[in-house]
């Protein structure tokens, strides 16, 4: 087992493999900083399916045993579905992907399925048409993450996640609608609180509803109940509707920091190694991929880097490292 210097194992891996998106949201990407004139990932830029791969394999060495794919959109990647049937042949390894739905044809999720995917984390963010049309800022219809997600259901992609990132000005009031809506859906909804992640999207600490006050607010109506985590580590604290109809989550990186537990390595679409979310550099692994450098070298590299890992961004967060320059979500992955 791969330890860090608070003794956190390496267990989870998250391969970003694009920076472009489909939606602008306000926490993430926002319209003015990534407008028509933002310039991404040149294609020859971006990792190429077979070294992501390669390099998930020799990672799996080190105790990765949990692969997410994000982005940006994942699914905006040309022929994701490749990428996913390579991963899929490692053997034991979870794989899931995180997407904001927009794509999530019948036919995507059942060829998403067919190549090997285990499961997949939808984002919404309201039912509310106008809530989500302001959050998402291309007017994107509430309807077509719906259907995307029956798509995904249909075609046994379960047990579906359903993120949404609350702020407190923006979206509040659909809080309880969403429990009620996904109570008995079998899908687990996972309240997040909003971060200030990159440097972007404008965060501010009276805009972040804390994980205490959402559950407050559904138990008003919908009693509900802790439970105990699926593994240890996991990164969502777990309620039960008392009546049994279901179950969210609550992912609480400000009001209740959870890096003591963190097992997660970051992979960026260029192939730089982030060690924490809110981190302001990565390691250059494409490099190495791309100067016949051995397995062995590549895995002493990687190594290396988490043994000397001591990132704990979201417990010592304050004034002074808020000022710290932090790499964008949409280039790292959530």
């Known amino acids: 087992m791969m330890l ?37 990932l040149a294609r020859g830029e971006m990792l190429t399916y077979e070294e992501i791969t390669r ?15 994000t982005g940006g959109e994942p699914l905006l990647r040309k022929d994701i579905n490749h990428l996913i049937e390579m991963l899929a042949l490692i053997p034991e ?18 060829a998403l399925k067919a190549a090997g995917l285990k ?10 048409y106008d809530i989500f049309a302001s959050l998402n800022d291309v007017e994107f219809s509430v309807d077509k993450v719906i ?7 249909s075609a046994g992609l379960n047990p579906i996640k359903i993120n949404m990132v609350v702020m407190r000005s923006v979206n509040l009031s659909s809080v309880v609608p969403m429990a009620q809506y996904f109570r008995e859906s079998g899908h687990i909804l ?4 909003y971060m200030d992640v990159g440097d ?64 997660r390595l970051r992979l960026s679409a260029r192939g730089e190694l982030f060690t924490c979310l809110f981190a302001s550099s990565g390691y250059d692994v494409r490099s190495l991929l791309r100067s016949n450098a051995s397995d062995e070298t590549i895995v002493d590299a990687v190594a290396s880097l988490w043994r000397s890992r001591d990132d704990r961004y979201s417990e010592l ?11 964008e979500m949409s280039y790292i992955g959530g």
Do not use: H
């Not at 694009?18 to 028509?36: Q, S």
């Open 200 to 263: 972007s999207n404008g965060w501010r600490l009276d805009e972040v509803v804390p994980s205490s006050e959402i559950v407050e607010l559904i138990g008003a109506q919908l009693p509900v109940e802790p439970i105990a985590p699926n593994y240890p580590g996991e990164v969502a604290s777990r309620w039960r509707y008392t009546d049994g109809s279901g179950e969210i989550g609550l992912i609480s990186s400000v009001s209740q920091p959870f890096c003591g537990d963190c097992s």
């Open 4 to 40: 860090d210097t608070f003794s956190r194992p390496l267990k989870d891996l998250r391969i970003s493999v694009t920076d472009r998106c489909n939606f602008r949201c306000l926490y993430c990407m926002p319209k003015e900083v990534f407008g028509p004139d933002y310039v991404y």
């Open 119 to 128: 499961r997949i984390t939808i984002s919404l963010d309201s039912l509310n």
């Open 55 to 69: 390099f998930t394999r020799l990672l799996v060495n080190l105790g990765i045993t949990k692969v997410r794919i």
């Open 317 to 327: 967060r304050s004034k002074q490292s808020q000022q710290v320059s932090r790499v």
């Open 93 to 110: 390894l979870d794989l899931t992907l995180t997407t904001n739905g927009a794509l999530l044809t019948n036919e995507k999720s059942v």
């Open 190 to 193: 996972r309240f997040i609180e």
């Open 147 to 153: 259907n995307g997600i029956n798509n995904a259901a």
